[in-house]
């Protein structure tokens, strides 16, 4: 892979997806990349490089999920969902008592593990006469489909209470995987949306997860998107971003509530 070549897989990215790959990226593209060039049977990143900039081509979305990184895991960065169960979805419950309406988003869900995390809090806190519901997003279609799914290797879920596992999880043939049970997949849809181009959903969502997601992004760009998901949230609806995330000169519509969590402000 020339300088060349990742100078066009660098801008290339940033059009389609709004993610900066740094020039210490470099090897990791080169690793997820060359599987590619194996499945196309191509023989350099020049070829390569040309289906890119083609328009409209099959590629474009397998180069997209080749250039995700999708860690996750179940309940990461557990103060959030401690805020979330015992403040966050109190206040809403307040804020929502007549219509019993609760709307949350994970954007930037991976492979389901966040909004199911999300779920599995929703659920043993809130009755089920209320109409909940939980969009989970991504930019990868593959890590979508997987969350769809449910279904995660026993070791995912080793942190997690016996007591949720036994609530949530039921053993696959084999029990080598485990499946999320239905009464929690219910509360979820997930579909695959890029974040920087137009959504379809018209909201409002009371609370939004977006969490190290826009570390690959630019000042300009996050600054779009904070005043995009400010836009979405009800008055006083909470933002949860990442652990090396910051709200700090890039928008002023949120008040900080520590620890990476923010409130919009009324």
Same mark, same amino acid.
């Given at each position: 892979? *020339? ?5 066009? #897989? /660098? ?38 490089? !040309?289906?890119? /900039? ?30 979330? @169960? ?7 419950? &307040?804020?929502? @008592? *007549? ?18 995390? #999300?779920?599995?809090?929703? &659920? ?8 909940? @519901? ?25 942190? #997690? *209470? ?18 999320? @049970? ?36 630019? !000042? ?34 949120? /008040?900080?509530?520590? !620890? ?7």
């Amino acid at each position: 892979m *020339s300088p060349g070549n990742f100078s066009t #897989i /660098q801008r290339v990215a940033y059009e389609f997806t709004g993610i900066q790959l740094s020039d210490h990226k470099k090897n990791m593209v080169y690793s997820r990349l060359a599987r590619r060039l194996r499945d196309l049977d191509l023989n350099d990143f020049n070829a390569y490089c !040309k289906i890119l /900039q083609l328009s409209d081509h099959p590629e474009h979305n397998e180069f997209i999920n080749a250039i995700t990184t999708n860690l996750t895991s179940f309940f990461r960065e557990n103060h959030h969902f401690d805020y979330l @169960k015992n403040t966050a979805i109190a206040a809403v419950v &307040k804020k929502h @008592k *007549s219509d019993k309406r609760i709307r949350i988003w994970s954007a930037g869900c991976s492979v389901g593990e966040e909004p199911y995390s #999300i779920a599995m809090v929703v &659920k043993e806190i809130i009755d089920n006469d209320w109409d909940t @519901k939980i969009l989970a997003t991504d930019l990868d279609s593959n890590v979508v489909a997987h969350g769809a799914a449910g279904i995660y290797d026993c070791a995912r879920i080793e942190s #997690i *209470s016996v007591d949720r596992k036994n609530k949530w999880f039921s053993k696959e043939p084999g029990g080598s995987h485990v499946k999320v @049970k239905n009464e929690l997949r219910e509360l979820i849809t997930f579909k695959q949306l890029n974040l920087l181009e137009s959504w379809p959903m018209r909201g409002p969502f009371d609370i939004i997860f977006c969490r190290n997601v826009v570390i690959y992004f630019d !000042k300009d760009t996050q600054r779009v998107l904070f005043d995009r998901y400010a836009d979405m949230l009800v008055d006083g609806g909470y933002l949860f971003i990442g652990h090396s995330e910051t709200l700090n000169k890039v928008t002023d519509r949120f /008040q900080s509530l520590g !620890k990476t969590m923010y409130q919009k402000i009324k």
